[in-house]
């Protein structure tokens, strides 16, 4: 099988690109704007790399396209500040350039696992979020926030479009917190960039203060990239047709937890940690409301905790790590890589 990966160098991507080398007989051809997360598969006669970006080199794509069988485009932005920050950007890459991907797809008639997003669901009050009955909430225009979700969800929808018309063998697959090695960057963390569980691990690292927004009531049900890159796999290999014009919630319903929550386990383990539990001194953990650390046209999710019967009935997928031991894992990377 031959895979096609845009975005082949994010933390999804990297994380698969090593797993189908090191699991399968696979061909991965794979596009992106740098290396720095993909180490030792870079080498690998069975990977296929090309230094690019999917808005100009548009002719290698579509060549690959037809020569792959099945097309992963994980070029996407996906941190919520670069939502009030740049949301015109967020659609053009996530929306527009994605769009003539999937339509290449159509044409050449290739297999494409789409990343959607829990994000969709937004602020759905569902105590668990069912792909086929919850009700996708947004705010209103000015919560510039919802432009990430409502461009994901507006894929998905032409994307379920083409598959009803028969015309895309496709798969809508929604991570959930995906959290380990190589989420986000220790550096992007700095500019205060990055998503929380990076956040936290860089605050703890530079002793800036942790800042929970809003006070952290707010939870997420963070999932193990490993559980998550399981689930991928089986829905690429598709035995029987299986995970075809399907949507799955790939996440970890006993790993929900509030942002508070997060903050002391982090903390707590920070301190044990024998590179660390003799720092003279700690981070400690403040509350500012959302408008001073996001601005104005922020507005939060308070629960996001997913459904996986589908993936359990129909992938035979379960999430295996707990929530500590998922921390521990990216907390040490991210120690490591901080030097
Ligand atoms: N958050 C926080 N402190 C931070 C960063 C984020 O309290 O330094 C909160 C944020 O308001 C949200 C949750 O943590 O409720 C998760 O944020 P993240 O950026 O990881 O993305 P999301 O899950 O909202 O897509």
């Not at 939502?83 to 050449?108: A, H, K, M, S």
């Not at 969709?120 to 979020?129: E, N, R």
């Not at 990239?225 to 949507?247: F, W």
């Amino acid at each position: 099988m031959k895979v096609l990966i845009l975005g082949v160098n994010g933390f999804i991507g990297s994380h698969l690109s090593q797993r189908i080398i090191k699991d399968t007989t696979w061909e991965v051809y794979g596009m992106d704007l740098g290396v720095d997360k993909l180490g030792w598969v870079l080498d690998h006669d069975r990977f296929h790399f090309v230094e690019g970006d999917i808005s100009i080199n548009k002719e290698w794509i579509e060549y690959h396209i037809k020569k792959c069988d099945v097309v992963l485009p994980l070029v996407a932005i996906a941190t919520p500040k670069s939502y009030i920050e740049n949301p015109l950007g967020v659609f053009e890459l996530d929306f527009e350039e994605n769009l003539r991907v999937i339509r290449q797809c159509v044409r050449y008639k290739k297999r494409v696992i789409f990343p959607s997003t829990s994000e969709v669901y937004g602020m759905c009050s569902d105590p668990s979020f069912d792909e086929y009955k919850s009700n996708l909430i947004l705010g209103p225009i000015n919560k510039q926030r919802w432009i990430y979700s409502c461009s994901k969800q507006l894929m998905d929808r032409v994307i379920w479009a083409y598959g009803s018309r028969g015309e895309l063998d496709f798969t809508l697959m929604r991570p959930f917190n995906w959290i380990g090695p190589r989420l986000d960057s220790i550096e992007t963390a700095k500019e205060g960039s990055s998503r929380v569980v990076t956040q936290f691990i860089a605050s703890l690292v530079y002793k800036e203060p942790i800042i929970l927004v809003d006070g952290g009531k707010q939870s997420r049900s963070f999932t193990y990239i490993d559980d998550g890159i399981d689930a991928i796999m089986k829905i690429i290999e598709n035995e029987g047709g299986r995970a075809t014009g399907q949507i799955f919630n790939l996440g970890n319903p006993a790993n929900n937890c509030t942002i508070k929550d997060l903050a002391y386990r982090l903390l707590d383990m920070f301190k044990n940690h024998p590179k660390h539990k003799n720092d003279d001194r700690y981070s400690e953990i403040r509350v500012q409301d959302a408008k001073t650390f996001y601005g104005d046209s922020y507005q939060d999710i308070y629960t996001r905790v997913p459904s996986i019967d589908e993936a359990k009935e129909i992938l035979g997928w379960e999430p295996k790590t707990g929530l500590d031991d998922a921390l521990r894992l990216t907390l040490d990377a991210f120690l490591e890589e901080a030097g």
